[in-house]
Nanobody
Framework: QVQLVESGGGLVQAGGSLRLSCAASERTFSRYAMGWFRQAPGKEREFVGI????????YYADSVKGRFTISRDNAENTVYLQMNSLKPEDTAVYYCAAGEGSDVVAGRPTYWGQGTQVTVSS
């Protein structure tokens, strides 16, 4: 059982940056693709991006491409989401997730974190 704990959320002005972290409880973390999702009030949870188990490949939703970057440090059992040029529409609870790559992209990862709130003011 892998536990995922997000941190780094908060309030930021439009145009600003935040870096989210997701720490995993076990070293088996390195076997999994890691994804980020977000859910805004009144909306469904949406896919943000994914990084392969090795960190060699990433893929992003069009809404964040060019602004967000996912990276991982398998030695530290941690995945990161660097968010730049933030917009008010990026306001949401952000979740990290772990699983097989195709399952993560489909929104069916094996493990979910508890989420961290990101609020972008205009």
């Amino acid at each position: 059982q892998v536990q995922l704990v997000e941190s780094g959320g908060g309030l930021v002005q439009a145009g600003g940056s935040l870096r989210l972290s997701c720490a995993a409880s076990e070293r088996t973390f390195s076997r999994y693709a890691m994804g980020w999702f977000r859910q805004a009030p009144g909306k469904e949870r949406e896919f943000v991006g994914i990084i392969t188990w090795s960190g060699g490949s990433t893929y992003y939703a069009d809404s964040v491409k060019g602004r967000f970057t996912i990276s991982r440090d398998n030695a530290e059992n941690t995945v990161y989401l660097q968010m730049n040029s933030l917009k008010p529409e990026d306001t949401a609870v952000y979740y990290c997730a772990a699983g097989e790559g195709s399952d993560v992209v489909a929104g069916r990862p094996t493990y979910w974190g508890q989420g961290t709130q990101v609020t972008v003011s205009s």
